[in-house]
């Protein structure tokens, strides 16, 4: 007992050490911070942009040296040559640039995940340190080669085994907010975490066996291996839900990294407000492949050659604009394949070109350049000219030209006579009707058969290009005089001296640029994806590198894929891999193997999993005597399930999880019944000690204790949204139901 009690005082002034240097670096970064900004808005422009574009720098290393106060040093390797390795959060070098702490991303951290007994990786010992605050209250050591440590105190041996501090992280309360997993990484799941950039890589998983959370450390990885190639480019993160979005938003700056952008498909186009819903039945077919097939018809019929001649006339002569002048230009304008409305400054070029021809022809003279100016645009101006190329070649918004599909019948049964006729009755709506998730795939893809006028862009382009490599010429020769080299790459320096007013983050620049490309993207629950989602989402990374996570067993959106394969060959060929899962760490192994039970009855391609763990009770089941005790008896369930939680470590959570038409019957019983304060709603909901969703609403989240409703209910409507539902409890499944059970129900419960 003494000498474990010693190797707990060791550590402990480790980590004091540790946390030392932590709040001297902190220090150092506001002071000079203080520094820059005592400086303020003086000098001149370049001066200024010197300032500001420091003081972000601080500003970004303070939050960074902020964010991973928790669990800062969270494991030590002993290695073969005597060494000692601290694993944590970030890196931490001494005053002598001595490591102190080795990054979680670092290889030389590595073993800390993947060394075995078998493949040792010259680890004698690996060390786990448990800490609360900065305190540290235990020890427990995996031992991978004992006679490494002949001679070493029994008690610094003692302890758990390798699994305890996994275990100890599984059993721990839900908050509200996931948790990163960071000093429990497995080795298959290290193996994913760490795979190369390049290409698409899958990471199929069934419920419980962490694909979430390897796909966040992945993204911190990458921006750590690969921060040059990632860094100016982004991250990009798209999620299920709002809800989703807020419950893993501490994850990626707990591990060190502030600049992922985190947003769902629905909020991918930048001004786009999506404000309504689609029923399945017309969100599958908006999804449909065929609908990029629609669109690209529907702009094309907006180029239309007039079916007679047209005179005009300007300033007492005539002109006349015919059909073949108009099929001679548009045939020019459609020569280099441009959008829709860059094509179409070609169009109008060529056409006024044309018509003043006619003109000069009429004068009789030869008309110097400055006087041809003059008459083209004369002809621009002249309103009847202007509305008849409009009526040839329309300039369009990607708003107008989608509704237009909705509301038009006429323009939607010529862009897609593949529709049946149904189909496009579920398409039609009022006009003015809310944008819709399923809407935002369609109107990227019309921005981007669309286009704007470029010329000025292109223009711009050009100046900006030249001023850049100036500027990225004169960021490093500042970064080497200020000693501030290995701090940030000149190029981002220079992406700062160039903003002007508030410096926008990648982030915040990526979120108002519909043409904005990733270096890499995530996509959490991506079996949700439709056809015209990936499509949308493939623009924004041309590499295609991407990791794609999620199972599809658990899809519940018509239009979502059934089969990787089937979904992702026809947009990423053979571009892509996959990794898989094999591990439930969230589910215990009775509720576990229930769930994957009545999943092979409904005939849903579940994965193999095995269990971590068996929780005593983990699966209970209530029958009411009639549909009208339903509400009540799950309000029951929930009462119960937070006397459970209430003495759990760190806070406990509950959801009931019932369909879409006993949502606002349950919480009205449970205000009624007094669980009003533990009742959580909106997207804040998940901080509550109770909340209560649909299926949909919990995907990708978890609980403590779940109390599910009716399953046969929820299984009529989906199989995949049962299979979700069941598999949301770290600790027990409260079942509570009227109709029979379904089928592969186990019988013994």
């Known amino acids: 007992m003494a000498g474990h009690e010693a190797e707990l005082r060791s550590e402990q002034e480790r980590v004091d050490a540790l946390y ?8 150092h970064q506001r002071e000079r911070l203080r520094e820059v900004r005592l400086g303020g808005p003086s000098g001149s422009p370049q001066n200024r942009s010197e300032r500001d574009a420091f003081a972000t720098l601080y500003e970004d290393r303070v939050a960074q040296l902020e964010a991973v106060e928790d669990r800062l040093a969270f494991g030590r390797l002993d290695l073969e040559d005597g060494t000692q390795r601290y694993i944590g959060r970030i890196g931490l070098t001494d005053e002598q640039q001595t490591t102190m702490l080795t990054d979680w991303r670092a290889p030389a951290a590595q073993a800390f995940y993947r060394a075995t007994a078998a493949h040792r990786d010259d680890v004698v010992r690996r060390r786990h340190l448990v800490t609360r605050g900065r305190s540290v209250t235990g020890i427990e050591d995996e031992v991978l080669d004992l006679a490494a440590l002949d001679g070493a105190d029994d008690a610094a041996l003692s302890g758990l085994t390798g699994e305890g501090a996994l275990l100890a992280a599984l059993a721990a309360g839900r908050t509200g907010r996931m948790g990163d997993i960071v000093a429990t990484i497995q080795a298959e799941q290290d193996a994913i975490i760490r795979s190369d950039l390049a290409g698409a890589l899958v990471v199929q998983g069934g419920p419980g066996t962490g694909k979430t959370a390897v796909a966040l450390h992945r993204a911190a990885y990458l921006l750590y291996a690969h921060r040059r190639v990632l860094e100016r480019s982004g991250v990009l993160l798209i999620g299920p839900s709002a809800v989703f979005l807020r419950y893993i938003d501490q994850v990626l700056p707990s591990l060190g990294e502030t600049g992922v952008v985190t947003t769902t498909i629905a909020d991918l186009y930048p001004g786009i407000e999506v404000r309504g819903d689609d029923e399945e039945a017309v969100a599958e077919v908006k999804g ?3 609908m990029a097939g629609v669109v690209a018809r529907a702009v094309r019929q907006r ?5 007679e001649a047209q005179e005009v006339k300007v300033e007492g002569r005539v002109v006349v604009i015919t059909p073949r002048d108009v099929a001679d230009a548009m045939a020019r304008a459609r020569r280099n394949h441009r959008p829709h409305n860059v094509a179409r400054v070609t169009f109008v070029r060529e056409m006024l070109a044309k018509l003043a021809d006619q003109y000069v022809e009429q004068l009789g003279y030869p008309v110097p350049a400055d006087e041809r100016g003059e008459i083209l645009e004369e002809l621009r101006t002249t309103r009847e000219i202007r509305i008849a190329l409009n009526l040839a070649w329309m300039p369009l918004t990607p708003q107008r030209l989608v509704e237009d599909l909705y509301t038009k019948p006429h323009r939607l049964a010529a862009a897609a006579s593949e529709l049946s006729r149904r189909d496009r009755a579920l398409l039609a709506r009022e006009p003015g009707a809310p944008w819709t998730a399923a809407d935002v795939p369609l109107l990227d893809e019309a921005a981007e058969l669309l286009g704007e006028d470029d010329q000025a862009a292109r223009a711009q382009a050009r ?12 960021a490093r020769r500042v970064l080497q005089s200020s000693g501030n080299a290995g701090l940030v790459s000149a190029e981002l320096l220079a992406d700062r001296f160039a903003s002007s007013g508030p410096r926008l983050t990648t982030a915040e620049r990526a979120a108002a640029d519909r043409t904005w490309t990733y270096g ?25 590198s991407m990791t794609i996570v999620g199972d599809v067993a658990q899809t519940t959106a018509r239009a979502g894929a059934r089969s990787w394969r089937g979904m992702l060959d026809p947009v990423l060929r053979s571009s892509w891999r996959m990794s898989e899962l094999t591990v439930n760490y969230r589910t215990p192994a009775a509720v576990a193997d229930a769930a994957q039970s009545v999943a092979r009855a409904a005939e849903l391609p579940v994965s193999t999993l095995r269990s971590a763990r068996e929780v005593p009770g983990a699966l209970a089941v209530t029958r009411v005597g009639s549909p009208d005790d339903l509400v009540q008896g799950v309000v029951r369930g929930a009462a119960t399930a937070l006397g459970e939680v209430d003495d759990v470590a760190d806070g406990g959570r509950v959801a009931v999880v019932v369909p879409q038409r006993l949502v606002e019957p ?8 007094g ?40 299984l009529a409507a989906s199989a995949g949204d049962l299979y979700v539902a069941m598999t949301r409890p770290t600790r027990r499944l409260g079942v509570v139901h009227h109709e029979p059970l379904p089928e592969g129900w186990p019988t013994s419960v």
Do not use: I, N
């Open 288 to 290: 449909r492949a065929l």
């Open 463 to 474: 100046a900006d290009a030249e001023r850049r490599t100036a500027e990225v010429d004169y």
């Open 520 to 544: 890499h993207v995530v996509v959490d629950e991506a079996q949700e994806l439709s056809a015209m989602a990936w499509r949308m989402l493939l623009r924004r990374v041309p590499t295609r």
């Open 666 to 673: 349950v919480r009205a019983a449970a205000r009624a019944a």
């Open 20 to 27: 030392a240097r932590l709040d001297a670096l902190r220090a």
């Open 675 to 714: 669980l009003g304060e533990a009742l959580g709603s909106g997207t804040a909901a998940l901080d509550a000690p109770l909340v209560v969703l649909t299926p949909r609403q919990a995907k990708g989240l978890e609980f403590d204790v779940v109390v599910l409703a009716e399953p046969a209910e929820v």
């Open 303 to 307: 180029q239309r050659v007039p079916a």
